[in-house]
């Protein structure tokens, strides 16, 4: 337990709060964690990688180059 964690009863587990950048997110009893609405892409290795957009609730593509 921590500060700002809230008691989940059903699990017997403490877990934080909803981000609140991320009001789209869910609340899994699976994992005990927030998680997207849309699974991340399956293809999220380098130079590829995600991040989310609350905006439009997706996973938009950044490349990343050296």
Known sequence: AGIGMWYDQANDVFS????E???S????????????PVP???????P?????VEANTSW?????TE
């Open 16 to 19: 934080f709060p909803q981000p």
């Open 21 to 23: 950048a991320n009001p």
């Open 25 to 36: 997110w869910v609340y899994s009893s699976n994992t005990w964690s927030w998680v997207p």
């Open 40 to 46: 991340m892409p399956t293809d999220a290795v380098a």
């Open 48 to 52: 590829n990688y995600y991040e989310w």
């Open 60 to 64: 938009v593509l950044v490349t990343v």
